[in-house]
């Protein structure tokens, strides 16, 4: 056989070795749990739908507009590229955070943004009524952030009362939105498998996309994830540090993960987020300090927990678990 037929020419070689270290990074960061998005260049996972989401979320708290805005500002310099914003916070914050994302569009540009909003129609009763004011709330969280579409809409609470017929009327609204384009995905948050039940009954229900839950090393359970995964929903973890004292245990202080944290040269914190993230959910934490919010995106890479680190975190939620009983 002569040389030349037996050789690649160089071009297709070369393509075939690029291939091949793409196909093994790739490979490299999946096993890792994490999919590095092409849009966001952040670790990312991909939503029931297609729809790629970044694993970390910055969320606002109850602070003030201008605290909203420089904390997001913050967020985005930080390398945060999912922005959950919240009606709860408030109509001030949530136009601080929208103004903050139009001053900071030299860091990253709306398109390369992933942006949530939410609405709460907790007290509605009744399917009409549940449909209505969860139309016209969207309706005002478009106005507020002042976008045209939203990455992911975020039903916030189940109704306190009416049964599946109201959670019906909240999900027929969030799906309408969806159908017309609004929004790349629609999501709950604080529903449990019952809740669920309601929307997943229905044939040909859209299935949310993720269900944002109270989730940490210390609180909700570690049935959690998979209770949601089996419907293909992806778990994102509210309060994820144990939320803000007084009156909570921040997670930050806490001595098991601070000496788990001393294994890889990280602090108690990383260590909580990272325990979520490698259960392959997704988290949204606050902060409005700009170390914070470093140290809180700074969980990837060769950063892993292992098999028995994340027994004895496990270990941690029960015995506090069992306490509370
Ligand atoms: N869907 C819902 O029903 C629901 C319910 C509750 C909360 N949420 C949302 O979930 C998000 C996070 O929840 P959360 O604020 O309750 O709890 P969290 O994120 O667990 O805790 C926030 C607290 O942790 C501190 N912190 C952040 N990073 C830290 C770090 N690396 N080291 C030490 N301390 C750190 C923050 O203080 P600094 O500012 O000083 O960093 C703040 O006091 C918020 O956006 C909140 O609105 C949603």
Redesign the pocket.
Known sequence: MPHSSRCLPARVAMLLKLYIVRIISEQVLLACGDELSAAYGVPSIRLNNGVMMPIMAF???LWSPDVCKQATIDALQAGFRNI?S?E??GTGCQSAQANAMKEASHIVSRENLFLAGTVDTASCSSEQQCYTQTKSQAEMQFKVLGQQTLDMLML??PPRSGGCAAIQGQWKAFEEIYAAERVRSIAV??FDVKHLECILGVKGAIVPAAN?V?F?VTQGGESLVKENAQHSINLQA????????PGRA?L?NHPVLKKIGKNHQK?A??VALRWIVQQNATV??????MQ?LQ??NDIFETFRLSEAEMAELNAVGRNRESREL
């Not at 509210?238 to 004292?245: E, I, V």
């Not at 949204?284 to 300090?289: G, H, I, T």
Request: aromatic content about 8%.
């Open positions: 969320g606002a708290n959950w919240s709860i916070v916030d609470y948050s604080n944002q109270l940490s509210y309060t994820p540090l144990g939320g803000t004292p921040s930050a602090t914190a990383q949204c934490v606050a902060s409005s300090k914070h140290e809180n």
